[in-house]
């Protein structure tokens, strides 16, 4: 089945300790990306990804690292959390620039 | 200014009516426009792609307006299970980011 999964889907963590949010597809997409969900403020982008080792900042990015290594996956490393953090995450990835994205499931992020 | 406006709702719909979401963009250079569908606490779901000549998929009609910069969705017949958020998604310059709208609320009732 054609999908993008997210590990893990629900995460506490408390402040300053370091964490990772792996994203991986099956679709062999050349693009991906990550998205924080937050209410009153919509789905926002934070990083983006065209092709293995090519990652480029979204729109709300500070906080937040990336990396390409692999076609498939596209993990989501924080570094320092802040309970500024605290959102719904979620990846997708996409063939191209013209077809939409497909999204993963989510993580609830929790920082205390 | 946000680069893609929605009118948030809620709609509010009996079953069986018709309904309709415009929404506005403005970057005249963005090529690519979807419809998302998110219901609570999921993730989007690609609803329709909306391509210049407008486009119909069963209930469901997009519409672009590339010298107004707005797209719109209609929806006929609506369904209990069409209640969700409807999001307007709009690529970047670069074509590899997306623009999310903040969505459109809809509740369809018996």
């Given at each position: 089945e054609a999908q993008v999964t997210q590990n893990p889907r629900y995460l506490i963590t408390v402040t300053g300790k370091k964490l990772t949010v792996t994203c991986s597809q099956n679709m062999n997409h050349e693009y991906m990306s990550w998205y924080r969900q937050d209410p009153g403020l919509g789905l926002r982008q934070i990083y983006y990804s065209m092709n293995v080792e090519v990652t480029d900042k979204g729109e709300v990015p500070e906080g937040y690292k990336v990396s390409r290594k692999e076609k498939r996956n596209f993990p989501l490393i924080l570094e320092s959390p802040s309970p500024n953090q605290t959102s719904l995450y979620f990846c997708a990835s996409s063939l191209d620039s013209v077809n939409g994205y497909t999204f993963g499931s989510g993580t609830r992020l929790t920082v205390v | 200014r946000k680069e893609v406006e929605q009118d948030p709702g809620p709609f509010n719909v009996p079953e069986g009516a018709t309904v309709a979401f415009n929404c506005t963009y403005s970057n005249s250079a963005s090529q690519s426009f979807f419809w998302y569908r998110q219901d609570c606490r999921k993730e989007p779901k690609l609803l329709m792609s909306v391509y210049s000549s407008g486009n119909e998929d069963g209930r469901f009609t997009a519409q672009l307006n590339r010298a107004s910069q707005y797209i719109s969705l209609l929806i006929r017949d609506?369904?209990?299970?069409?209640s969700a958020t409807y999001l307007c998604v709009v690529n970047s310059n670069s074509g590899y980011a997306l623009n999310f709208g903040k969505g459109t609320s809809l509740l369809v009732t018996p």
């Open positions: - | 609506s369904k209990l299970s069409d």
